[in-house]
């Protein structure tokens, strides 16, 4: 392991050795590695349910016994790596690693990573009020190919995430991709502003990954207030959220993040939400400079499936940094999907 640690948004070569602990090496102390070993990795998160699995390479490296796991962590948190170890003469045999990735560092944020969300097609004259076509591709930075092949994320192989620059406005679709690996979706933006476009995609064996682009559009300035407030309340039709974080929040260290919902016409807590795309509910946290992004979901037991229907649903995050973070949490509840947003401030 690179003695500095594992950081999130860097390509990392692990390595690790297999040795005969039934044969002593000739020369050097210890025991015989053992060369030739077809090797195959999975990598998972544990905490995050519903996260695609990445299935990184491996490699041989010069000396016989030593073998290199090629990783890309997509953010902070526990990861587990299962090793299977296809050895000549010998029955396959398994072994489970676990690791603590860091958050990303600063310095690293300009590093060019491995996938890229690349605008295509947009028309300089995209206007506020007039419909037009979002165009996408996920491109390999290294070898500058278009991904066509994706892995299912919560029922869905491309979520479209789109936020004003502000943060304040938001939507959450599903884009249809052609068999060239282009996303569309016609959309009509609502103001003349700037606009963040994440993609949160897992190009097929490679994990989840949120990427980020922007576009430009033209026409009248945003009618919605600009300011980044921070609200612990959030309100879309009759459904309205409290949320609360059941510790204080530590910067790289997990949160439950707890959402209250109750019908605002009744004051009664709204436990008939249903499930969406797989989950009681999807929450996207993003920190003010709109280039960090977390998504996360409840974890599915027992205690949460109790909760929700009292109207508690709890979420697990984690804020890697200093600022503040505008919070949107969308359920589907009385037949449509509703997003309540919140944003709140975690100190240095
Ligand atoms: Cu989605």
Redo the contacts with the bound molecule.
């Keep these: 392991m690179p003695e500095e640690g594992l950081f999130a948004g860097e390509e990392v070569d692990v390595e690790f050795r297999v040795v005969d602990t039934t044969q002593k090496d000739a020369v050097e102390e210890g025991f015989k590695g053992v060369g030739g070993i077809e090797a195959t990795a999975v990598m998972t998160m544990p905490s995050m349910q519903g996260m695609p699995e990445a299935r990184p390479n491996v490699h041989r490296e010069g000396v016989p016994g030593d073998y290199g796991i090629e990783l890309f962590f997509p953010h902070g948190g526990d990861y587990q790596i299962d090793l299977t170890l296809g050895i000549p003469g010998d029955t396959p045999k398994k072994i489970t690693f676990k690791v603590d990735v860091k958050d990303e560092r600063p310095a690293t944020a300009a590093r060019v990573q491995p996938y890229q969300l690349k605008v295509v097609d947009w028309p300089k004259t995209a206007k506020a009020g007039t419909p037009t076509t979002l165009k996408l591709q996920v491109v390999d930075s290294k070898t500058g190919a278009v991904q066509t092949k994706f892995d299912l994320a ?1 029922e ?1 192989f491309f ?3 789109i936020a004003s620059k502000d943060l304040n406005w938001f939507i ?3 884009p249809e991709m052609a068999p060239d690996g282009t996303w569309s979706i016609p959309i009509t933006f609502p103001a003349g502003t700037d606009y963040w476009v994440y993609g ?1 995609v897992a190009p097929s064996g490679k994990g989840s990954r949120v990427l980020i682009s922007s576009v430009k559009v033209a026409g009248p300035k945003p009618t919605w207030d600009t300011k980044l407030s921070l609200s612990r309340t959030g309100i879309d039709g009759n459904l309205k959220g409290l949320l609360s974080t059941l510790e204080p929040i530590e910067i790289g260290r997990k949160a439950t993040i707890q959402v209250k919902l109750f019908d605002a016409k009744t004051g009664q807590p709204a436990g008939d939400t249903v499930k969406w ?1 797989g989950a009681a509910g ?1 929450m996207m946290i993003f920190h003010q400079d709109g280039m960090t992004v977390v998504h996360s979901h409840p974890a599915e037991d027992e205690e949460n499936a109790a909760l929700v229907k009292q109207g508690i649903v709890r979420f697990t995050g984690r804020f890697p940094k200093a600022g503040t973070y505008k919070v949107y949490a969308q359920f589907d509840w009385q037949g449509a999907i509703r997003t309540l947003p919140f944003a709140v401030e975690v100190k240095p």
């Design positions: 919560h869905k979520h479209l995430l959450h679709e599903h949160d795309l999807h």
